[in-house]
């Protein structure tokens, strides 16, 4: 059974207080605008729509719980970097994305998305350091790997976990491409990991 099909949107909320209580272990979805977040999340749940895509970044404007059959919540933040909204919106996501992140009890992991081909951005940066400090692990997607040619993508890849090892094994890495839905059960593993379920483990890429 896949961990993430039939998720179900359960909430949308624009500020912390908003967040509604926590009802078992969450997982947050966060990248860079227009990095294929939205993508990346209905590919891993096998719907065209459950996540708003959109060819303008930061459409994305609040935090979307979705929750998965185990129990669990999927939790897709705002896109954050050169969305196209004012400074003020833009402030207002960067503190609610770092009061989820830092504050968040029941979050036990974040999947950061990044394009394969500009990982690691200054923002990307800032995000990591907003989370590593908790001690949770993160798990890099690199999508739009299909965009690259397979020793381009395997370099990315490489100087990705060779950029983020100093934070040693609770941060791994990955291919992912929506286009090909290439990378899923590798992520649906890892995730499952840190849920304590029992799911194959995708062979190494």
């Given at each position: 059974m896949s961990l993430f099909r039939n998720a179900t949107f359960e909430?949308?909320?624009a500020q912390s207080a908003a967040l509604p209580p926590a009802q078992g272990a969450?997982?947050?979805?966060?990248?860079r605008s227009n990095a294929g977040k939205s993508s990346a999340i209905n590919t891993l749940a096998g719907h065209t729509r459950l996540a708003y895509v959109s060819k303008t970044p930061g459409r994305t404007q609040l935090i979307n719980f979705f929750?998965?059959?185990c129990g669990a919540a999927l939790v897709d933040l705002p896109g954050y970097g050169y969305a196209q909204v004012p400074e003020k919106v833009r402030r207002q996501w960067a503190g609610l994305l770092e009061d989820y992140l830092?504050?968040?009890e029941s979050l036990i992991g974040l999947v950061l998305i990044m394009d394969a081909r500009h990982p690691l951005t200054t923002l990307d940066h800032a995000m990591i350091g907003w989370f590593a400090p908790t001690g949770k692990p993160i798990h890099v997607l690199l999508t739009k790997s299909d965009k690259l040619?397979?020793?381009?993508?395997?370099?990315?890849l490489f100087a990705v976990r060779k950029a983020l090892a100093e934070l040693g094994g609770r941060v791994t890495v990955q291919l992912f491409s929506s286009l090909k839905k290439t990378g899923v059960e590798e992520c649906e593993a890892v995730v499952a990991g840190w849920l304590?379920?029992?799911?194959?483990v995708a062979a190494e890429k």
């Open positions: 909430i949308s909320v969450e997982i947050a979805f966060a990248g929750r998965l059959n830092r504050r968040r040619s397979r020793n381009e993508a395997n370099k990315s304590g379920l029992d799911m194959p």
